[in-house]
């Protein structure tokens, strides 16, 4: 997966990593969230696939709300807006829908990942 160089196309809201690096006063806070995020934003994944298999969509609702909040937290558009998709979703009870959208989820997230190591080598 290639993330665009232009600040203003694909999957990142720049300004709110560049805000979040304002306050980063020695360097290792914003590596720190991205840390934190990585690990647990893969363990949602993890859930979300087992209770989309089991077909409970009050969890993967709460789940994806979950997700749709920390991706937005460190500026992960795309992946906060397929998580919001698959919240939204989950309400009409549609496992096939659930599973497709379960699909751009993890797609958004391993986006999201690339893009924010990059954001942190530059």
Known sequence: MTVPEHPDSGPLAFEVLEELRTLDSD????PGLVSTFRRDATAKLA???AVVRLG?????GRL???LCGAART???RHLASAAKELQLASRLSDAQEDERLLGVVARELAVAL?????F???
Request: glycine share 8%.
């Open 27 to 30: 360097g290792s806070m914003l």
């Open 47 to 49: 859930e979300l696939r």
């Open 56 to 60: 409970q969509p009050l969890e993967v």
């Open 64 to 66: 994806a709300h979950s």
């Open 74 to 76: 460190l500026g992960a």
């Open 114 to 118: 690339e893009a924010l190591d990059r």
């Open 120 to 122: 942190l080598s530059r």
